[in-house]
């Protein structure tokens, strides 16, 4: 397909002695979130990682925008216009909020020369960075370490982001706000890639969805016709989508 964002073509993965993915087919189209189902050791993360270059694809092709990408190191990989949130979160605990913001801004030496207007956007999405805006990271809530990852991503504008698992641990709450977050970036076309356990987080984000099972995808297509078939979620998953709320 010639409007994707990001195509992967068979990519293998080896991580030392195993074997991991096992030739991975994988279409992400522009503005929309596109949603990485799979039980455990599924290889979601692995594919992540692989598209970040940390751990490098050995066979296949990876292409972002209609260029190639694979080989290339992470640094370069992230100046073309994609985010990683790993499930980690990756954020500095004895930093402050604003020295993390800073960070992960390449055009910011210091926070004066942040984009005013986008981290004001921004702490209307997650209000509570603001609140601490100067605490250290370490400090937070894991909903608000989980806040301050995404909003590290989302500091300056990306092409697409790259979300491993943002709802694991959080209150309701908490992955309500993420959803409306999400929704926001949606709406400004914003293009994600998210692996999610949460199934209500999935089925109100996602226009696309790609089931992974054994290193490969094994389901390709549109998230509603996923959630609205318990036959096909038994048969995929393993489970039925209409009991995980």
Not at 20 to 38: E, F, K, R, S, Y
Not at 160 to 178: C, F, M, R, T, V
Request: glycine share 10%; net charge neutral.
């Amino acid at each position: 397909m010639t409007d994707t964002i990001l195509e992967l073509k068979a990519v293998q993965t080896h991580i030392g002695a195993y074997h991991i993915l096992h030739g991975v087919d994988l279409q992400v189209l522009p503005g929309q979130v596109t949603m990485l189902l799979g039980r455990n050791g599924a290889g979601k993360t692995t594919t992540l990682r692989t598209i970040m270059g940390l751990w490098p694809a050995s066979g296949g092709e990876l292409s972002f925008q209609g260029h190639s990408i694979k080989g290339l190191a992470t640094p370069d990989i992230a100046t073309r216009g994609i985010a990683y949130v790993p499930e980690a979160m990756g954020i500095f605990t004895d930093l402050t909020v604003q020295e993390n913001m800073v960070l992960a801004a390449r055009s910011a030496r210091h926070a004066g020369e942040l984009d005013r207007k986008r981290l004001d956007w921004i702490f209307s999405l997650f209000p509570a960075l603001q609140k601490f805006w100067l605490y250290p990271a370490g400090k937070l809530s894991g909903g608000q370490k989980q806040m301050l990852a995404v909003a590290r991503a989302i500091v300056e504008p990306r092409a697409l982001l790259l979300i491993d698992e943002p709802s694991k641990g959080l209150a309701p709450a908490i992955i309500q706000n993420l959803i409306t977050a999400f929704n926001e970036l949606k709406r400004q076309q914003t293009t994600i890639l998210l692996v999610e356990q949460n199934f209500h987080m999935a089925r109100s984000l996602g226009d696309q969805v790609a089931v992974m099972d054994n290193g490969r995808v094994v389901h390709a297509g549109s998230m509603r016709e996923l959630a609205d078939d318990e036959a096909l979620q038994q048969r995929l998953l393993g489970l039925s989508l209409g009991v995980h709320q």
